[in-house]
């Protein structure tokens, strides 16, 4: 997936549903870290994760901006972290 194909990507509706789900399901402060998509997360509230680590690849890349765009579709936030990953 290309910069511009991530810049119009688009979570579909069953997408949106899961991640309201899964993000209510979730504890602050459980971690969430998608296997294969080099990047983890840490529940920090009840409208937000945080980055605890981030590898970097363009996929990886293209994963986190994917899971933003689904969590920002519940007004959830993934937040950057301050500092190295």
């Known amino acids: 997936m290309n910069e511009r194909d991530l810049e119009n990507w688009k979570p579909c509706e069953e997408a949106i549903e899961w991640a309201q789900r899964f993000f209510d399901g979730v504890a602050i402060g459980d971690i969430w870290a998608p296997e294969g998509s080099g990047v983890s997360y840490v529940k920090t509230s009840d409208h937000a994760w ?5 590898v970097e690849h363009p996929m990886t890349t293209a994963y986190h901006t994917m899971f933003k765009k689904t969590f920002a579709a519940i007004d959830v936030e993934i937040l950057e972290k301050s500092g190295p990953y």
Request: glycine letters at 0%; zero cysteines.
């Open 50 to 54: 945080t980055i605890l680590r981030m």
